[in-house]
């Protein structure tokens, strides 16, 4: 599994388990789905994320590009 597709596993997993525990347990867990969101419009303008570094120290390989 490459970094990207990590990313993009652990990003889903996070919003749906905080959606659920907002839902089922207590409505400020939606206050972390916001933050998973913040996160991701960040890394977009600004090219980094902590959640790449951290896929890259567990050892998930980067995406070669192909030209």
């Given at each position: 599994m490459?970094?990207n597709?990590?990313l993009?596993?652990?990003?889903g997993v996070?919003v749906l388990?905080?959606?659920?525990?907002?839902?089922f347990?207590?409505?400020?867990?939606?206050?972390f789905t916001g933050f998973?969101a913040?996160?991701l419009?960040?890394?977009?303008?600004?090219?980094?994320c902590?959640a790449i570094?951290?896929l890259?120290?567990?050892?998930f390989?980067?995406?070669?590009?192909?030209?």
């Amino acid at each position: 599994m490459t970094i990207n597709e990590g990313l993009r596993l652990m990003a889903g997993v996070f919003v749906l388990l905080t959606v659920l525990l907002g839902y089922f347990v207590h409505e400020y867990w939606f206050f972390f789905t916001g933050f998973v969101a913040l996160n991701l419009i960040q890394s977009a303008f600004t090219k980094w994320c902590p959640a790449i570094w951290m896929l890259s120290k567990l050892g998930f390989k980067k995406e070669q590009v192909i030209s």
